[in-house]
C-alpha cells in the first residue's frame, strides 16, 4: 500500500489546480501554494520544470502514486506498441483504485484506495485487495454486499460532483461496474488537462 507523504489538498495547492475538481478543495478559496511562500510570485517554469510538474500532477492525481510505482508503469506504456502517451493513460485507468473511483462507489480515489485495501471489492466474483491490480475489459466489478451500505459509499453514489465516463457500464442499484474498454486521454474526465506527452518528454530526458 502506497504511503500517502501529503495531505491531498496540499498536491492541489502545490499544483496550483484543483486537480480533482472538489469543491471542497482549498484552491477555491486560495488559489496559491502552500507555506509561508505560498503567495509569492510565480517564477516562470523552464522546460525541465513543464515537463516535472506534468508528471507529479499525474501522480498526484492517481493518489500521488510514488516514484517507483510510476516509473514502472511509464515503463510498461514505451513497450505497448502505440502512443506511450496514450498507454500510460490507459494503464492508469485500469487500476482497481480508479475504476473504483471513476464508478463513483467512493467519493475519492485515496478512498477508493483503502475502500480496495480493506477487501470490499470483487472482480468477476473473486474477492481483489490489491489497488494496483489491473483490470481486463469485460471485468465485471462489484462492492461486497456487506459493504454497499457503507457512508461513504452512499455519499458517492449520491454526489453530482462528477459522471460516470462511458467506458464504464455501472449499475448503482447492484454496485457493479463492467470495464468497457481501454480510455484514451480524450475519453478521460479529468477536470483539469493532463499532458501525457511532456511526461513522455520528462523520462525521455532523465
Known sequence: MTKRTAAKYKIDRRMGENIWGRSKSPLNKRDYGPGQHGQRRKAKLSDFGTQLRAKQKLKGYYGDLTEKQFRRIYAEAERVKGDTGENLIGLLERRLDAVIYRAKF??????????????????????????????????????????KQLALVLEAVQSGERDVPDYLEVDHNKMTATFVRTPALGDVPYPVQMEPNLVVEFYAKN
Open 106 to 147: 467512493v467519493p475519492t480515489v485515496f478512498a477508493a484506495r483503502q475502500f480496495v485495501n480493506h477487501g470490499h471489492v470483487t472482480v468477476n466474483g473473486k474477492r481483489v485487495n490489491i489497488a494496483s491490480y489491473r483490470v481486463k475489459e469485460g471485468d465485471v466489478i462489484a462492492v461486497r454486499d456487506r459493504s
